[in-house]
């Protein structure tokens, strides 16, 4: 009898598990229908509020994915920042889109500014670029003004400018450098420090894309 008992149980668990198998959550597959947790009202309230935003993130990038048709390459690009902004905040993401002029990484950028518009996120990307020319065309800053550079001023950055940095940078998760391959490892650091300096103090790292 108690042999019976037990088989039917693991029989049970098996099929709870095999009906799971195929669930995709977000990029993820889940088999934890057999598995018993002790919680509570506010914590499953909670719970349920993080699984709606996160549907509602997942559901605005398959709306863009579609409107802006990208190919699998430039889809992996984008999923890779979306899944990032929508998961626990860990390591900061540093990720570099190479291709020849045309290969379509201004599309991606495109893509990611419509994904973060439509979730009145808008704040969370600014887009930089060398110039004021490349700046211009995909609507952005040079990261000299993001970023407060000077090359006459060198490192001797006033506080009142570090402040200016700070509300510039103030809400920023991403910053998308265009034609990276212009910008000097000496500006790239400058950028960096900038960020991180004492009378900045963000909230969190920077993600460089």
């Given at each position: 009898?108690?042999?019976?008992?037990?088989?039917?149980?693991?029989?049970?668990?098996?099929?709870?598990?095999?009906?799971?198998?195929?669930?995709?959550?977000?990029?993820?597959?889940?088999?934890?229908?057999?598995?018993?947790?002790?919680?509570?009202?506010q914590?499953e309230?909670?719970?349920a509020?993080?699984?709606a935003?996160?549907?509602?993130?997942?559901?605005?990038?398959?709306?863009?994915?579609?409107?802006?048709?990208?190919?699998?390459?430039?889809?992996?690009?984008f999923?890779?920042?979306?899944?990032?902004?929508?998961?626990?905040?860990?390591?900061?993401?540093?990720?570099?889109?190479?291709?020849?002029?045309?290969?379509?990484?201004?599309?991606?950028?495109?893509?990611?500014?419509?994904?973060?518009?439509?979730?009145?996120?808008?704040?969370?990307?600014?887009?930089?670029?060398?110039?004021?020319?490349?700046?211009?065309?995909?609507?952005?800053?040079?990261?000299?003004y993001?970023?407060?550079?000077?090359?006459?001023?060198?490192?001797?950055?006033?506080?009142?400018?570090?402040?200016?940095?700070?509300?510039?940078?103030?809400?920023?998760?991403?910053?998308?450098?265009?034609?990276?391959?212009?910008?000097?490892?000496?500006?790239?650091?400058?950028?960096?420090?900038?960020?991180?300096?004492k009378?900045?103090?963000?909230?969190?790292?920077?993600?460089?894309?």
């Amino acid at each position: 009898m108690r042999q019976t008992i037990l088989d039917d149980r693991f029989s049970a668990i098996n099929d709870s598990k095999s009906n799971t198998s195929n669930v995709y959550l977000y990029g993820r597959t889940t088999d934890e229908a057999g598995e018993v947790k002790i919680t509570d009202l506010q914590s499953e309230s909670n719970a349920a509020l993080r699984n709606a935003a996160l549907k509602h993130r997942h559901d605005i990038a398959d709306q863009i994915l579609q409107e802006f048709a990208l190919n699998y390459e430039q889809e992996r690009a984008f999923r890779l920042v979306t899944n990032h902004s929508s998961g626990p905040k860990g390591s900061p993401l540093k990720m570099y889109i190479g291709g020849m002029g045309g290969t379509g990484k201004t599309r991606v950028l495109q893509a990611l500014v419509a994904y973060f518009k439509a979730l009145g996120e808008s704040y969370c990307l600014v887009v930089v670029a060398p110039t004021g020319t490349a700046a211009a065309l995909i609507g952005g800053s040079t990261y000299h003004y993001m970023f407060g550079i000077n090359d006459a001023r060198g490192d001797n950055i006033s506080n009142k400018l570090l402040s200016e940095v700070k509300s510039r940078l103030n809400g920023v998760d991403y910053v998308f450098f265009d034609e990276v391959s212009m910008l000097s490892c000496s500006d790239l650091y400058r950028c960096h420090a900038c960020s991180m300096s004492k009378h900045v103090i963000l909230r969190k790292p920077i993600n460089y894309l």
